[in-house]
């Protein structure tokens, strides 16, 4: 069974510039959650999508969003790029609520580097 | 306001040694802890987890360990080997939906 892919792996964009990624859950699950890494503060919530709901969500700025299509897929979009955007965004699966026991698999992440 | 705290960012023990990772929570509500490995260039992935109804779950060389009242949970890896290098997160979940909240992680190395 394939894992959780995300496109690109990795990304240069410049101060204001606007980004997409892009990440594709294990088959059959419904629930997409992003997460942002950066070596100081570990792995902090963007978002999660349920069939195509975002049913929570993270203390972001709004110039972070996202959408989750009907075959689950996902995609966050960052506008008006900062320096601080510079991170590693991974993107997580699973059936459904992990505290409930479902597993949550992470893909590989998208290394965004913002200049 | 960090509600997961790892306090040690690193960790280093001799191989076939215990391995103790330690991380600590401020909110009450948590009811769900899980614990992620990270190798560099991959994604984190499962390693164990404990409800709060137990106060320890095992599998293989990792054990959980769950402190309620010191709102406290531990890792031990033993024994460790060099395959175990890599950053360590500590997760937690609280019923209902709620996503899960990250502690900044311990990079542990394990030294043949």
């Known amino acids: 069974k394939a894992g959780v892919t995300q496109t690109p792996r990795y990304l240069i964009k410049t101060r204001g510039q606007q980004v997409t990624l892009s990440c594709s859950p294990i088959?059959?699950?419904?629930?997409v959650s992003w997460y942002q890494q950066t070596p100081g503060q570990g792995l902090q919530f963007l978002f999660e999508?349920?069939?195509?709901?975002?049913?929570n969500k993270g203390n972001f700025p709004g110039r972070f969003s996202g959408r989750q299509f009907s075959n689950s897929r996902s995609e966050m979009n960052v506008s008006t790029l900062e320096l601080g955007d510079s991170a590693l965004y991974l993107c997580a699966s699973s059936l459904g609520d992990v505290a409930g026991g479902n597993e949550q698999f992470f893909g590989p992440g998208t290394r965004l580097t913002v200049l | 306001d960090q509600q997961v705290k790892q306090n040690s960012p690193s960790l280093s023990v001799q191989e076939g040694r215990i391995s103790i990772l330690n991380c600590d929570y401020t909110?009450?509500?948590?009811?769900?802890f899980l614990w992620y490995k990270k190798y560099p260039a991959e994604g984190p992935t499962f390693l164990i987890s404990?409800?709060?109804?137990?106060d320890k779950n095992e599998d293989g060389r990792f054990t959980v360990f769950l402190n309620k009242s010191a709102k406290h949970l531990s890792l031990h890896i033993v024994p460790s080997q060099p395959g175990d290098s890599a950053v360590y997160f500590c997760a937690a979940s609280a019923m209902g939906n709620t996503p899960l909240v990250f502690g900044k992680g311990t990079r542990l190395s394990v030294i043949a």
């Open positions: 088959s059959g699950h419904r629930s």
């Open positions: 999508y349920f069939s195509e709901t975002q049913r």
């Open positions: 404990i409800s709060s109804i137990k």
């Open positions: 909110n009450s509500m948590f009811d769900y």
